[in-house]
């Protein structure tokens, strides 16, 4: 069995100011520092929509890896 952790960043832009509709990316990461440096410079540490916690660690469980 091989564990991977991965950080996600859900980063949501808005493509059109005159329109209300935005679009929500996923971004993944290796490494948490990135992670938190990146949602640092475009002031998304928190989600605005949920006000969660960008960055946070999601643990993949592989089974049959060659």
Known sequence: MLEVI???MY???ITD???ASVE???????NHAEC???ATAIN???D????????????SYYWNVP
Request: overall charge positive.
């Open 36 to 38: 938190l440096a990146l």
């Open 11 to 13: 980063l949501i832009t």
């Open 48 to 59: 605005p929509i949920s006000t969660k916690k960008n960055c946070r660690s999601v643990r």
């Open 44 to 46: 998304q540490v928190r």
């Open 24 to 30: 929500v990316h996923r971004l993944v990461f290796d």
């Open 6 to 8: 991965t950080f996600t």
């Open 17 to 19: 100011i005159e329109s």
